[in-house]
């Protein structure tokens, strides 16, 4: 347990500036995610024809809506968790 105020602060803000790291890699994932998925899905002529079959798959199209769906609710817990953390009792 800290000593004072001040002490206790700095650990908080140490958390608060990870957490916040942990948001923005994950967005930056995410973008990085859908720019791949779009140009999966306006080059579908261009890319290797070897892997079409795999393309026609549903489990692309799956892998592709899971990984979106698995970034997105980690981000949302991510931010939601900050959000409880900066609101709640631990910053009393």
């Known amino acids: ?5 001040s002490f206790a602060d700095i650990g ?3 958390m608060e500036a990870g957490l916040s ?6 967005l930056v994932f995410l973008v990085f995610c859908t720019l791949f998925a779009l140009k999966c899905w ?3 002529e ?3 024809p070897r892997f079409a079959d795999l393309r026609k798959l549903g489990r692309f199209c ?3 809506c899971g ?3 698995s970034l997105l609710r980690s981000t949302y817990l991510r ?3 900050f959000r409880w953390w900066k609101h709640g009792d631990l910053d009393r």
């Open 1 to 5: 347990m800290a000593d004072n105020k």
């Open 12 to 14: 908080l803000h140490i």
């Open 21 to 26: 790291f942990q948001v923005a890699s994950l």
């Open 42 to 44: 306006h080059r579908r």
């Open 46 to 48: 261009e890319l290797d």
């Open 62 to 64: 799956f892998f592709l």
């Open 67 to 69: 990984e979106s769906r």
């Open 79 to 81: 931010a939601s968790g």
